[in-house]
Structures are given as structure tokens and as C-alpha cells.
């Protein structure tokens, strides 16, 4: 197996397969690709225990190591998934947030291995773009929520 040239390496305390495997079974082009147990003691993990997990998030490589509680997750690290629909976004937000996750502001939530990811529908970033006055009346409605509603956000921008 190659190697990928630059690996998302994610800082977890115990939890990096777990993670992974449920990345795994919620996006679309990912997998877990390996699991690596630690050839003796250290500091996080014992002989034997999973130090390390190989998967890919919607095509991004990525590495898991079980790094112990030392560090902790900001949103300065997020995971941007663009949905089609208000469907794709539901799916994606409710199964992050029903798994022990938590909602936060605008799109974005935390799993509950604190990771966080932005649940973008297109809708919006089309209204972005679109610039003036209609970006401005999706902007502001999209400060006024968590999960972002499709239906909201295309009635902004028609004003």
C-alpha cells in the first residue's frame, strides 16, 4: 500500500478506532484502511493497545493516533462536508449530534470525540458566492441558526 504523500493526522485520547469506524459507515468515500497497535508501553498506550488508525474521510487520508487526554479538540480543526439537500444535511448532522455529539452555531457541530465538522449545504455556499445583497440575507440568516435549513437559506436570498 502507498502512503499518501500528506495525512490528516487527528489527535485522540482513547477513542481513534471507534472514530474512524464510525466516519467509515456515515460518508461516503471513507474506510478504515488499517489499525496499528503499539509494539510496547508509552506514554499514551500499553504494549498491544491501538496507538494508531489509517482511514479516509470522504477521500481525505487520515490518521488517528490515541495520543492520551493531554491535548483537546478546538473548531480551529473542522471537518467542511458540502450536502446536496436538506436530507444529506439532516443525515449527516443528526447522526454526528445523536452519537453523543453536541450542535454548535451557523453549520457546525461536534462529535462526540470532539472533533469538528461544518455541515455546509451547497444552497448556502451558492448564496455565498452570489455576493450582495443576496449573500447578505443568507448570511444573516444563517447566523440565526445551528443545523442550517435549505428552505431558509434559498428564501433569504430571494429577499
Known amino acids: 500500500m502507498a502512503l499518501a504523500k500528506n495525512t490528516v493526522c487527528i489527535w485522540y485520547d482513547t477513542g481513534a478506532e471507534e472514530a474512524a469506524q464510525f ?4 460518508f461516503p468515500d471513507s474506510k478504515v484502511s488499517g489499525v496499528h497497535r503499539a509494539p510496547s508501553d508509552n506514554p499514551s498506550t500499553k504494549s498491544g493497545a491501538v496507538l494508531t488508525v489509517d ?3 470522504v477521500g481525505i487520508p487520515c490518521m488517528g493516533l490515541n ?19 436538506q436530507e444529506e444535511t439532516d443525515r449527516y448532522w443528526d447522526a454526528i449530534v445523536g452519537n453523543g455529539g453536541e450542535e454548535s452555531q451557523c453549520g ?26 443576496e449573500a447578505k440575507r443568507a448570511f444573516e440568516a444563517m447566523m440565526t441558526m445551528k443545523k442550517i435549513d435549505v428552505a431558509a437559506i434559498e428564501a433569504a436570498r430571494r429577499g
Do not use: N
Open 23 to 26: 466516519y467509515a459507515g456515515l
Open 55 to 57: 482511514f479516509t474521510v
Open 67 to 85: 495520543g492520551g487526554p493531554m491535548f483537546k479538540h478546538t473548531e480551529a480543526f473542522s471537518f467542511q462536508i458540502a450536502t446536496d439537500d
Open 108 to 133: 457546525w457541530c461536534r462529535d462526540k470525540w470532539g472533533i469538528s465538522w461544518q455541515i455546509t449545504p451547497r444552497a448556502l455556499t451558492e448564496a455565498m458566492m452570489a455576493g450582495g445583497d
